[in-house]
């Protein structure tokens, strides 16, 4: 099954081509004026490095948010008006998500906690509570200031677990001036700035996908981030 993802969440639009859960090929461009300018050399682009036709693609998947909104929206209606003409199902992954199986994967054994931090601009983060462990499951009841609502940092910085654990994501850039100032734990958390990939959130589409009830559609609903995102 060829399958596209498109991530479009932050000022990096990234795209990938795979194969189920194989990546293929993919590609990435830094373009803080939105991602419409993008979309269709890059389909284009990849479509020619995998000798693959754009009638082959079988499945697609973009951002839910939150996010950079613009890009967020340009991304899903070029998925989701794709996904008309060949007549094929469109699903979208919280960026929380991908930030959080990705950190998972390299994360130190011994963390108790991360914090998935999007840039929600006007100094503000979105922000995502796991636990260590269980990079599929927001933990719930953990918060405003972890819902996926646009908080200020500092109230992220004073609302983290004792224990080691790692903060991610492109929003982390707002927390470290404040982090020496909020942490009464010696153990301050580790700053990982890191984007979601296409590649991953294409790998946990076809997971979803795969898993999905019979005869049931996935929501493709998109979140700003100004209200609470996670449920």
């Known amino acids: 099954m060829i399958h596209l993802a498109v991530e479009t969440s932050t000022e990096v639009v990234e795209m ?10 993919s590609l990435s461009v830094f373009r803080p004026g939105g991602a419409s300018e993008i979309l269709v050399r890059g389909l284009e682009t990849l479509l020619g490095m995998a000798g693959e036709k754009k009638e082959s693609i079988a499945l697609l998947s973009s951002s839910s948010g939150p996010g950079t909104y613009t890009s967020i929206r340009v991304g899903h ?20 998500l991908v930030l959080s199986e990705q950190a998972f994967a390299v ?27 269980n990079p599929g499951a927001p933990v719930s009841g953990s918060g405003e200031q ?5 908080v200020s940092p500092g109230k992220i910085l004073e609302s983290l677990p004792p224990g080691k654990g790692r903060l991610v994501g492109p ?10 100032g909020q942490r009464s734990d010696p153990a301050s958390p580790l700053l990982v700035h890191d984007l979601p990939r296409a590649g ?22 998109l979140l700003y981030g100004r209200d609470s995102v996670i449920s």
Do not use: Q, Y
């Open 16 to 25: 990938a081509l795979l194969d189920k859960d194989r990546i293929l090929t």
């Open 77 to 96: 209606l070029f998925c989701k008006g794709l996904a008309f003409a060949l007549g094929i199902p469109h699903l979208t992954v919280s960026p929380f």
């Open 107 to 133: 994360a130190g054994k011994d963390e108790d906690f991360l914090v998935v931090v999007l840039d929600a601009r006007r100094g503000e983060v979105n922000a995502c509570f796991f636990e260590a462990g």
């Open 146 to 150: 972890f819902s996926g609502r646009a």
């Open 171 to 180: 929003g982390v850039v707002h927390l470290g001036k404040d982090l020496s």
């Open 200 to 221: 991953t959130m294409g790998r946990l589409a076809f997971r979803n996908w795969k898993a999905r009830p019979e005869g049931r559609s996935h929501d493709t609903r």
